[in-house]
């Protein structure tokens, strides 16, 4: 079945290092997000890229980086720059071609220890 | 900036009784507008969506959602509500074009016996 695998499910972290969660889809989407999820907050883009080889801030992309060398894949990286980086965050995509019905991974919770 | 409130953080129903979580946009056109359910620790699963068209719209799981231009609103509705409805309920704008979803802060759903 088509969908979106992120890994890990569970992730630690002490202070000062950098972590990188997976996101692979094999729904032939072409745009893929980044979303940051709190209490109380809602949902908050970090990044997104609608094509390979580029990608666009979020509103939070602060202490965050992504790469899209293929288009099955669109990992996030979580730098020690990002002050508050316990949280839940999902990963999602859509075909990109305007209304936006969005597939979502079954999200990575971060711990920072 | 668009934006999008869900004024009702938690919402308690009784099973077998009606359900209607609300939302409201900003936003100066007509946007694309979602309704996307959360299980505990999981991703989220798109309930409905409004592109364009007769304003009532139906979902998955016996949702609809009514669009209201004049109110900015696009309610959640549900005649007879199960213990399993129980989730969190987030309401979504897209920006028409820009391909990018702004959520709500998110209503989470508690079904009393």
């Known amino acids: 079945d088509g969908g979106i695998t992120q890994s890990p499910k569970y992730l630690f972290r002490k202070e000062g290092q950098n972590v990188t969660l997976s996101c692979e889809q094999n729904?032939?989407?072409?745009?893929m997000y980044w979303y940051r999820q709190d209490p109380g907050q809602g949902l908050r883009l970090i990044y997104y890229?609608?094509?390979?080889?580029?990608?666009q801030k979020g509103d939070i992309a602060e202490g965050y980086s992504v790469s899209r060398e293929k288009k099955e894949s669109f990992p996030l990286t979580v730098t020690s720059a990002q002050k508050n980086p316990t949280a839940f965050y999902l990963c999602?995509?859509?075909?990109?071609?305007?209304?936006?019905?969005?597939?979502f991974g079954a999200g990575s919770r971060l711990t920072v220890l | 900036a668009q934006s999008v409130t869900q004024p009702d953080i938690h919402i308690t129903v009784s099973e077998g009784a009606s359900l209607e979580l609300r939302c409201n946009y900003s936003?100066?056109?007509?946007?694309?507008l979602f309704w996307y359910v959360q299980s505990p620790g999981q991703g989220l699963q798109l309930l409905l969506k409004?592109?364009?068209?007769?304003?009532l719209v139906q979902g998955i799981k016996g949702f609809e959602a009514e669009f209201k231009r004049s109110q900015s609103s696009f309610n959640l509705r549900k005649p007879s509500v199960h213990w399993s409805d129980a989730a969190e309920y987030f309401c979504?704008?897209?920006?028409?074009?820009?391909?990018?979803?702004?959520f709500g802060t998110g209503t989470r759903l508690l079904v009393s016996p």
């Open positions: 890229s609608q094509i390979v080889n580029d990608f």
């Open positions: 999602a995509s859509t075909v990109g071609s305007g209304a936006n019905v969005l597939t």
């Open positions: 936003y100066g056109a007509t946007p694309y």
């Open positions: 409004y592109f364009s068209g007769d304003t």
């Open positions: 729904l032939n989407h072409d745009a």
């Open positions: 979504a704008v897209e920006n028409t074009g820009f391909q990018k979803l702004v």
